[in-house]
Structure formats: structure tokens, C-alpha cells
């Protein structure tokens, strides 16, 4: 549990970074300067009005009045915005006894609450993660509570990996919805920006440890049946652990069709990354995407020009 | 009755609702999410984990925060 002393600072700072900001009746500004300038435009159109009809000119005037007319149509719009902005309750932040009912509410759901008050960081641990037999170890949730209400969700919340089981060939991945310690959120990112907005602390640690705890196989940074795989080294694509061939000639993984293909042609392809920097700028030359080499590994066939 | 009610599926919203006495969690929960299991959400009354027949008071403050949420990449 936290001690009362940091439960009290910590519940202090949340209360003054969430406290609302004082908004003036005169917002939202955009609305109000656009009021002014539609009643500007207003007048000259009531002007020309006026000098059409006094010269008898029916027809300009009758154009004049449709413009006026659909003006102060739009301009009724702007009014009614402004009155429904003066008529919004104001915004009300949780007062420090609600913060330190969410802290300790936030230790009764998820254990021990580290606070780290240099990074401005507050930091649960989750259980061992699995998901589809794949598993991803314990997670470390980190929100960090300077951007304070308006922070976005997924920015707030650092994902770290415990443990962290990463899929082949991606470091910057340790869950499938993971990447750089960054959540992406998905269906929850409305939700949780709104429960950061309102200091609902508990819900938004909740709302990202659902997010952990399930899988969107067609939304993931790397699929979790390719968890375990590399790549191919001729098509570049992903392969399971079990299901990959080395090369004779470079011991690069190939996957199972680009290894009978080498196999039947009696030739196995590097990709032209792997070609010796030299053998890559030869003088005349032009490169095929794939130089092809002999199963010795030695560099072969050149398109001349 | 008047109740706190916040609700984490969707776009998220709290509010004060109105609801009828004697009303259960899992009435509750009905009315609210028609069609939905509760088995998918954590459901918190007063901040602690309820039973579905408890009667909801007056002032109560409910929570119910689906537990299963597809994230996405980017």
C-alpha cells in the first residue's frame, strides 16, 4: 500500500493538474469572431438593400434579401452555439478525497502502485499475459500524469514487457498490439481518453489491461502465429521457427516454397543486401533484385548492359 | 432513484442516471447494454466487485468497464 504521506502528495498534484482551467463566457473564440464578421456583412448586404430599392432595381434586391435571408440563418446557428457554450455546466474535477479513493481503489485492483515522481509516473504490474497459447510475460502499465486531463490515452500510458517474449525479427514489438511501449489502443481509445479527461484513473489502467489481454488478429503489429518465426531471406517473408530451411550456401532461413524452388534450379539466391559492397557497385554493371550464387556461395550471374 | 453511472464501453461517458428503486446490478446491466454478456465486463459498485442480485441504492456510483477490447497497430 502507499503510505499516507505519498498517497496525500500524490492525490494533491493529480487535484491541482486536474483542476479546471477558469473559461471565459467569451469562448469558443471562433464562434464570436465569426459572429462579428457575418454581422458586418449583414449590415452591407441591409445597405445595398436599400440603395437597390430606392433606385428600383426589383430584381438585385430581391437577390439581396435571399443572401441576407441564408446569413441570418447562419448566423442564428453561431448564436445558438455561443448560448449552449454559456449554458454548460462547468467542468468538475475529482477534489482530493475522490483522488485518493481512485488511488487506493487503484491498489485494490492491480497490487502494488509504484509512484516515480521525477518521471511524473504512476506504475502497476499485471499478470503473466497469454494469449493464444503465445506467452507475452507480465507487463509494466505506466501513465504519466503530466499531461494531465487532456493528455490522449495511448500517449499518457507506457507498455512495458516484463519479460518480454518478442516476436522474430521485431525488438520494437512485445505484444501484438505493442510497439515502442506504446499501446494502440483500438476500440478503447475513446474511452480511455474520456476516463483520463474525468481523473477516472482505475478505469483507464483497466481499460488498457483489457486491451492487453485480448487479441485483434486483423489489427496487430505482428500476428501471433508468426510469433515465433523469422524471415525468409529470398521473399522476406515471415516464417515459423519450425517451418524454416537454411541456406547451403549462406545458412539464411528460406521458407519452404523459396527452398524447393532453389532446390529444383539447383541454385540458391542471397538477397543483394547480402552481396559484398564491392560486388554491388561493379562498373557497368546492373544488379538483378536477387544476385544468384552456386550452392558454394560464390557470386554469379550480372546483367551486362 | 438517482445513480453515478460510468460506463467505459464505447465512447465512454459518467453521468448521474435515474433509475427505478430496487433496482439489481444485473437488471441494471440489462437495461443499459441490451444484448450484452456480462461475463465480458468488470462491473464495480462503490468501487468494489458486486454480486448481480445486489439492490442498488440511492447515491450509489456503478462502473462497468468491458474486459474484453480489440486493440489495434497504429
Redesign the interface.
Known amino acids: 500500500m502507499l503510505p499516507i504521506p505519498i498517497l496525500l502528495r500524490l492525490a494533491r498534484r493529480l487535484e491541482m493538474l486536474w483542476a479546471p482551467k477558469p473559461d471565459p463566457p467569451t469562448r469558443p473564440e471562433r464562434a464570436w469572431g465569426s459572429l462579428r464578421t457575418q454581422l458586418t456583412e449583414a449590415e452591407s448586404l441591409r445597405w445595398r438593400i436599400e440603395q437597390a430599392t430606392a433606385r428600383r432595381l426589383v430584381c438585385a434586391a430581391a437577390s439581396l434579401k435571399q443572401e441576407l435571408s441564408t446569413l441570418l440563418k447562419v448566423m442564428g446557428r453561431r448564436i445558438e452555439e455561443i448560448r449552449a457554450h454559456c449554458d454548460a455546466p462547468p467542468p468538475r474535477a475529482p477534489d482530493r478525497c475522490e483522488w485518493i479513493?481512485e488511488l487506493r481503489?487503484l491498489e485494490?485492483e492491480f497490487g502494488t502502485v509504484t509512484v516515480r515522481w521525477t518521471d511524473t509516473v504512476i506504475r502497476v504490474v499485471t499478470e503473466p499475459i497469454e494469449l493464444k497459447n503465445v506467452p507475452l510475460g507480465p507487463f509494466a502499465i505506466e501513465f504519466n500524469w503530466s499531461g494531465g486531463p487532456s493528455a490522449s490515452g495511448s500517449r499518457a500510458f507506457e507498455v512495458k514487457a516484463l519479460k518480454p517474449n518478442r516476436p522474430a525479427g521485431r525488438s520494437d514489438v512485445t505484444h501484438?498490439?505493442v510497439?515502442d511501449d506504446i499501446?494502440?489502443?483500438?476500440?478503447?481509445k475513446?474511452?480511455?481518453?474520456?476516463?483520463i479527461a474525468?481523473g477516472?484513473l482505475?478505469?483507464a489502467f483497466?481499460?488498457v489491461h483489457?486491451?492487453?489481454?485480448?487479441?485483434?488478429p486483423h489489427?496487430?503489429?505482428v500476428s501471433l502465429n508468426e510469433w515465433d518465426g523469422s524471415h525468409c531471406a529470398q521473399c522476406g517473408r515471415r516464417i515459423r521457427s519450425d517451418d524454416a530451411s537454411s541456406c547451403e550456401g549462406c545458412d539464411s532461413d528460406l521458407c519452404d516454397e523459396c527452398r524447393v524452388r532453389g532446390t529444383l534450379r539447383g541454385v540458391r539466391r542471397t538477397p543483394l543486401r547480402r552481396l559484398p559492397r564491392t560486388l554491388r557497385r561493379l562498373p557497368g554493371t546492373t544488379l538483378p533484385r536477387f544476385a544468384r550464387h552456386d550452392r558454394a556461395g560464390t557470386s554469379g550471374l550480372f546483367q551486362l548492359p | 432513484m438517482k445513480l453515478f453511472y460510468?460506463n467505459?464501453?464505447?465512447?465512454?461517458?459518467?453521468d448521474h442516471v435515474e433509475v427505478e428503486d430496487g433496482i439489481t446490478v444485473a437488471a441494471f446491466f440489462t437495461e443499459k447494454l441490451p444484448g450484452r454478456k456480462a461475463d465480458d465486463f468488470?462491473i464495480r459498485v462503490n468501487?468494489l466487485p458486486t454480486p448481480a442480485d445486489q439492490v442498488l441504492q440511492p447515491g450509489d456510483r456503478i462502473?462497468i468497464?468491458?474486459?474484453?477490447?480489440?486493440?489495434?497497430?497504429?
Open positions: 479513493r481503489h485494490s501484438p498490439h510497439e499501446l494502440c489502443a483500438g476500440e478503447a475513446e474511452a480511455l481518453d474520456q476516463a474525468d477516472r482505475v478505469d483497466q481499460l483489457s486491451v492487453l489481454t485480448n487479441y485483434n489489427s496487430a503489429y | 460510468i467505459n464501453d464505447g465512447a465512454g461517458f459518467a468488470l468501487r462502473s468497464t468491458p474486459s474484453k477490447i480489440e486493440g489495434a497497430s497504429a
